[in-house]
Every structure is written in structure tokens, then in C-alpha cells.
């Protein structure tokens, strides 16, 4: 489109970008940054720049590392915290093989494929995240530390601290770059907040999160703060999340809505829970993909533990919030902000499709509170529990064709020779836990 390249080769001159950074994500969802001048911006838009593959996480062996990268140019953005003199823009990439071919270790690539599936089926799929992230002090050296100043609760309005300083300066910048922000808060536990922003398409949405990461980052530091988006940084209170909040559309129009279904829920959205809840269990090596990740899946922290769905309880696995007509939406609550968010949305829209494809049932909804359930209880009526540790995961996902089709081959070997390399170095550590309970007393 030799339009479009025209035109951000003249945005970018109006605006006297003199740096672009192509960016695009390794298979774990590290941010990857190539930095290129002006005068290289429209080699780069023919998708004629190379890199070294070899030089990322799970991309490819040395003997075929060329890549090459395609920016999207939907995604080119000024970032309004650095000088607009001589300013600096972005463009998130596709990663391509050297014979122009889209390149399987791409997780942007990746997502695109369960995009199109859904496309052939008539659906577009919209997805609203809900990240939450703690924002800690950095001691003189500058690492971070795990102190908080603020001393406020849930949706506390005082006092005003350095968080809530930085947090009101990463809206002002996310607004710059055209996010629409729902909501901003303080979180439950101290140090912790949240961000919502409105919904988009899936694709959209992905770099969505890719970009608001990195907003929230920069922003922290420059505010003299550390941000993480780890699942669970401190024993004892609540860890972060990343809710998501997901819908088919249909010809416009919501598919999941239905005034005459049960719940007002359409065939469609009953089949889409159903996908969800059979292939919770092998998603969760994606959307929990850390070690951590699993001790924020634990009773008393408002964090899923058992794979069950409601529409009237906020606690389950998936929820049905309350509204209906255009906002109709599931939302799968196990999901946290280390997720690779190209590689989860693109599982939870495979388990989704697969749902409606095959028609799978969804268990009948959990009204009652799990957690006063007895694990015989919970057999009773067929409640599984979400896996226990990210080897559990492992497991699951090695067992589940459905959620591995979804990522394809070279993204699903990769992906689990790491994950389980990360898990066998974790085995063999002697923790202070152990040190505290054992040494004296054997
Ligand atoms: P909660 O009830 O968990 O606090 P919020 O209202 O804070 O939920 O978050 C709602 C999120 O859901 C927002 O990101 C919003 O844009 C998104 N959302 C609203 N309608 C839809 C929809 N039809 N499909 C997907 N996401 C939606
Ligand atoms: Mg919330
Ligand atoms: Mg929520």
C-alpha cells in the first residue's frame, strides 16, 4: 500500500521523528527493540530490514537467523515522553522468514492465524484487559525494592502519593497514544494499581498491552518507582492479574447477546464457556507462565483456583458480568500480566472457537462459594481444580492437541524446553522456607 507508506513517511517528517524503534515481542513476551533513523523508515516499511534471530529467546538456530521485520503501520506512534525535537516514534512488527513467508516463531504471526480461523467462521473477536501492576521504591542504587509509601486500600482517594502521582502521569501518556481509559485505581493491597482501558479488536488489543507495559515502566522509572507486572511479588497479599474480558462479534452485532437465551446468553457464548472451561487447565501454562504465576493461584487473594463458571458470583475461574447487549462479555479471570498477551489471547479464542465448533457443553454454572466447598463437594458436582504449579501446566498443555494447534509447532516445542528448563532450575532450590522449618528441627 504505497499510500500508506507515504503517509507516515510524511507523519513522520512533520513531526520530526528523527528515531523509530520497531518493536515485536520474543516467544515469552519480552518487548524486543530494533532502532532504526528516519532515513532507514522507508526500507523498513518495504519490510526490507533484517535482523539476527539468533540473538532472540526461542526464535531460531544460528544457521538460519536472518529475519526479516514487517511493521504494521496501523501501530506507528510518537512516544510523548521523549523531546518532540528530534522525537521518537514506534512500530510494532511482524517477523518474516527470509523467503517472505510469516514466520511460525512470531507470536504476533501466531495470533493472526486464530484470527483468521475466527474470520472463516464469521467472528471477530474483542477483548478488554484489566492489568494490574505494583509499583515499588528503587533504593540509591537505583534496583528496586519491595517498600510501597502508600498505606491506601481499594479505591482510596487519599493520601496522594508518588504511585498515585505516577499513575495519573501513565493515564495522561496512554491518552496521548489514543487509549481510551476506563478506569484508573488503587488496588487492594498496598503499592498495587490498576488501569483499565476499552476494549478492541483482539489483534489490537495484544499490542495494546504490549505498549501499555511498556508506558507503565518507563513511566515508574522516571518517577523514580520501579513497576512490575510479576504475578504475585509479596507473600501473603493479593497478587496482579489480567482479567480478560472477551466477546465474539458477529456481523456487527455481539454474538454472545441473546435476549431469549438462558442468561440472555446466545448458543454461542454457551458453547464459547464450554471451550474455555475444557481447555483451562492446558491454557494456563500460557496465560500463568511463570513459576510465581501459581502462587497467586491460591484460596484468599480474590484469584481463581477452580475451573467453574458464573454469572453471579465474582469469584470463579470465568465470569458473566452483568451486563448485556453490546458490553455482553465472558471474562476469564486466571490470566496475569506476565503473560505473552499475543500467545494468550490467541489460546483462549482457539478454546473459545473450538467450543462453538464442536459444539462443547458448558457445566452447569457455580452459584455457591467454591471455597466453602469440600474437595468431595467439589467432585460431586465436577469441579476441577486449576493446575497447582506451572510443571502441572506443562503437563496439561503436552496433553491438549487443541491449545498446541494454536500455537503451532515451533512456538509449542520452544516454548516448553524453556518452561521446563525454568522449572527443573526451580526444583532444586533449597528455600529459606526450608532452611526455617528444617535445619534446627532435623
Ligand atoms: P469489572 O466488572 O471486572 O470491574 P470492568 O468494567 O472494570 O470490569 O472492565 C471491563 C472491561 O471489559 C473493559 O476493558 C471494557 O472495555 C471491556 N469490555 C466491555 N464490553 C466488552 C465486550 N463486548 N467485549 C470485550 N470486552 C468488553
Ligand atoms: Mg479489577
Ligand atoms: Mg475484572
Not at 519491595?146 to 495519573?168: I, M, S, W
Amino acid at each position: 500500500k504505497p499510500e500508506v507508506k507515504q503517509e507516515i513517511l510524511k507523519k513522520a517528517k512533520d513531526l520530526d521523528v528523527q528515531f523509530i524503534r520497531l518493536q515485536f515481542t520474543d516467544i515469552f513476551g519480552v518487548m524486543k527493540n530494533v532502532a532504526i533513523t528516519r532515513d532507514q523508515l522507508e526500507k523498513a516499511l518495504d519490510g526490507e530490514l533484517m535482523f539476527d534471530g539468533s540473538s532472540i529467546e526461542g526464535f531460531v538456530r544460528i544457521e538460519e537467523s536472518d529475519m526479516y521485520l514487517k511493521p504494521d503501520p496501523d501501530t506507528f506512534a510518537v512516544f510523548p515522553w521523549r523531546p518532540q525535537e528530534g522525537a521518537v516514534a514506534r512500530l510494532i512488527c511482524d517477523i518474516y522468514n527470509p523467503d517472505g513467508t510469516p514466520f511460525s516463531g512470531c507470536p504476533r504471526n501466531t495470533l493472526k492465524k486464530v484470527i483468521a480461523e475466527a474470520k472463516e467462521m464469521g467472528y471477530t473477536m474483542n477483548v478488554g484487559p484489566e492489568a494490574e501492576f505494583f509499583l515499588f521504591h528503587t533504593d540509591q542504587n537505583g534496583k528496586p525494592t519491595l517498600e510501597t509509601h502508600d498505606k491506601a486500600g481499594y479505591f482510596d482517594l487519599t493520601p496522594v502519593d508518588q504511585g498515585e502521582n505516577a499513575r495519573r502521569d501513565m493515564v495522561l501518556t496512554l491518552q496521548q497514544l489514543g487509549f481510551e481509559i476506563e478506569a484508573s485505581h488503587h488496588e487492594v493491597a498496598p503499592g498495587q494499581h490498576e488501569i483499565d482501558f476499552k476494549y478492541d479488536d483482539a489483534l489490537t488489543t495484544a499490542d495494546n498491552i504490549l505498549t501499555f507495559k511498556y508506558v507503565v515502566r518507563t513511566l515508574a522509572q522516571r518517577h523514580g518507582l520501579h513497576a512490575t507486572f510479576m504475578a504475585k511479588p509479596i507473600m501473603g497479599i493479593n497478587g496482579s492479574g489480567m482479567h480478560c474480558n472477551q466477546s465474539l462479534f458477529k456481523d456487527g452485532k455481539n454474538a454472545f447477546y441473546d435476549p431469549n437465551g438462558e442468561l440472555e446468553l446466545s448458543e454461542d457464548a454457551h458453547y464459547y464457556i464450554g471451550g474455555l472451561v475444557k481447555h483451562a487447565r492446558a491454557m494456563a501454562a500460557i496465560t500463568n507462565p511463570t513459576i510465581n504465576s501459581y502462587k497467586r493461584l491460591v484460596p484468599g487473594y480474590e484469584a481463581p483456583v477452580y475451573v467453574a463458571w458464573s454469572a453471579r458470583n465474582r469469584s470463579p475461574l470465568i465470569r458473566i458480568p452483568a451486563r448485556r447487549g453490546v458490553g455482553t462479555r465472558v471474562e476469564m479471570r486466571n490470566p496475569d500480566p506476565s503473560t505473552n498477551p499475543y500467545l494468550a489471547i490467541a489460546v483462549m479464542l482457539k478454546a473459545g472457537l473450538d467450543g462453538i465448533k464442536n459444539k462443547i457443553e458448558a457445566p452447569k454454572p457455580v452459584n455457591q462459594n467454591i471455597y466453602e466447598m469440600n474437595a468431595a463437594q467439589r467432585a460431586e458436582v465436577g469441579i476441577d481444580s486449576l493446575p497447582g504449579s506451572l510443571e502441572e501446566a506443562l503437563v496439561e498443555l503436552k496433553g491438549n492437541t487443541i491449545i498446541q494447534s494454536a500455537l503451532g509447532e515451533h512456538i509449542y516445542r520452544r516454548f516448553v524446553d524453556a518452561k521446563q528448563l525454568e522449572w527443573d532450575k526451580y526444583r532444586i532450590q533449597v528455600t529459606n522456607w526450608e532452611l526455617e522449618n528444617y535445619l534446627t528441627m532435623f
